[in-house]
């Protein structure tokens, strides 16, 4: 709730007027950006990353791989590396990908693992983080995102017909 309300009033500081968000507003929203980047980190799609074979013998770090040895990448892992991201990386904090001026953490922007990476690295990354972004502000910019409640105001689970 914290992180949406802070998110509405970024967008309602960009957007007077009433209008609805648009890409050229994309640098004046940069704790959207946070906040997706920060979804992808927390719980990423695909936790492993796609196999890669080793085309060589290899040593890593005193390990010995063996030429077509299949490796599956620990994508989640990486993700929540304290090192990396910092302390509490089961708590979603899109705060982390964001200088104390708000300014874009570029440290952190290199680490984008939710797509791959290497050479099966998914050149649809930037139209996915566009229609993620985008979705994104248009949604927090028009509704509230709540539990859902009964006729009398009550909190209730929503019932499926």
């Known amino acids: 709730p914290d992180v949406q309300k802070k998110a509405q009033k970024s967008l309602d500081a960009v957007l007077e007027g009433g ?64 090192r990396i991201f910092g ?29 791959g990476f290497g050479k099966r690295y998914s050149f649809s990354s930037v139209m996915a983080k566009d229609t993620l972004w985008i979705m994104m502000a248009s949604i927090l910019t028009a509704y509230t995102i709540a539990d859902p409640f009964d006729m009398d105001g009550n909190p209730s689970l929503l019932k499926v017909i």
């Open 19 to 82: 209008r609805l968000p648009d890409f050229i507003d994309l640098p004046d929203l940069l704790y959207l950006s946070a906040i997706i980047n920060e979804v992808l980190r927390w719980h990423p799609v695909t936790p492993f990353a796609n196999y890669h074979a080793s085309t060589e013998d290899d040593v890593y770090q005193g390990y010995r791989i063996p030429k077509g040895a299949i490796m599956i990448p620990d994508t989640r892992a990486i993700l929540h590396d304290e």
């Open 87 to 115: 302390p509490d990386t089961d708590k979603f904090v899109p705060e982390r990908f964001l200088n104390a001026d708000g300014s874009p953490r570029l440290d952190l922007l290199e680490v984008d693992l939710a797509f």
